[in-house]
């Protein structure tokens, strides 16, 4: 009866592990999405994972968060005033 006991502990904590490790994803996904407001999906980035490795989703954030931000803001030109460091917004 003990073996039983244990083995089904084992199980569950089995499935505990396996649903862990396939939700790490989509969890990176909304993270991304709430810190950052990119939008990829988990199979987005798995793909660029497999054609380019760890470089290839690093550029792909980089690129989307470039446009993302290109998108938000007004153009910046050498005439542009500069803002206020970001240091005196911290330190307040």
Excluded at 6 to 31: D, P
């Amino acid at each position: 009866m003990e073996m039983m006991g244990l083995m089904a502990i084992v199980a569950v904590l089995t499935v505990i592990l396996v649903i862990s490790f396939g939700s790490r994803a989509r969890v990176f996904c909304q993270y991304l999405r709430f810190m950052t407001g990119l939008q990829v999906t988990p199979r987005e980035v798995k793909t660029v994972f497999q054609m380019r490795g760890k470089a290839g989703v690093r550029e792909l954030f980089l690129d989307l968060l470039i446009r993302e931000d290109l998108k938000d803001s007004p153009t910046i030109t050498p005439e542009t005033p500069p803002a206020k460091p970001v240091t005196e917004l911290i330190n307040k």
